[in-house]
């Protein structure tokens, strides 16, 4: 199985929606999830290595990446949303939105099926993308959702 290929164009100051494949992106990707672990919206990983092994996308500006989103397997659907991020200079511009509509439209293409689920502490950010509760809840907080 590999990612798409395909780029999203986007504001000529992030430019495009790049699947993380190398471990240069990789390493500046996990760089910025440790500078601001408090802002992404979905649980996070910080090595690397966890990022090369599952799909992830983002989007670069200045030589470093200024929004991310990674899409790890799991058991109860095809794919887990994982690490939504936004560096918060960049915020307000609609970059997680078209991070999360390019993952939802890459899973479908993938797999002829949709399936997404996620857990975080912001479940209303994640409706207006189709995202529902699960019913599932943690002791911390933490909503389970899942699309569609």
């Keep these: 199985m590999t990612s798409p ?9 992030w430019g495009v929606i790049v699947p993380v494949e190398t471990v240069e992106r990789a390493e500046a990707v996990a ?3 440790r500078r601001y672990p408090e802002r992404s919206k979905l649980l996070l ?3 690397s290595s966890f990022i090369l092994a599952h799909w992830w996308y983002s989007v670069w500006a200045g030589g470093v ?3 991310v989103v990674g899409l790890i397997p799991v058991r109860s659907a095809p794919w887990k949303v994982v690490g939504l991020l936004v560096v918060p200079a960049h ?12 993952i939802q439209t890459a899973s479908v293409i993938q797999h002829h099926e949709a399936g997404l689920e996620l857990a975080t502490v912001s ?6 993308f189709g995202f529902r ?3 599932l809840a943690t ?5 389970r959702m899942v699309w569609p």
């Design 5 to 13: 290929r395909s780029s999203i164009a986007l504001a000529s100051e």
């Design 31 to 33: 760089a910025i999830y």
């Design 45 to 47: 990983p910080r090595a």
């Design 65 to 67: 990446p200024v929004a």
């Design 91 to 102: 915020r307000n511009h609609g970059l997680g939105s078209r991070l999360m509509e390019h």
């Design 123 to 128: 479940p209303t950010y994640f409706t207006r």
């Design 133 to 135: 509760p699960s019913g």
């Design 139 to 143: 002791k911390t907080g933490i909503q």
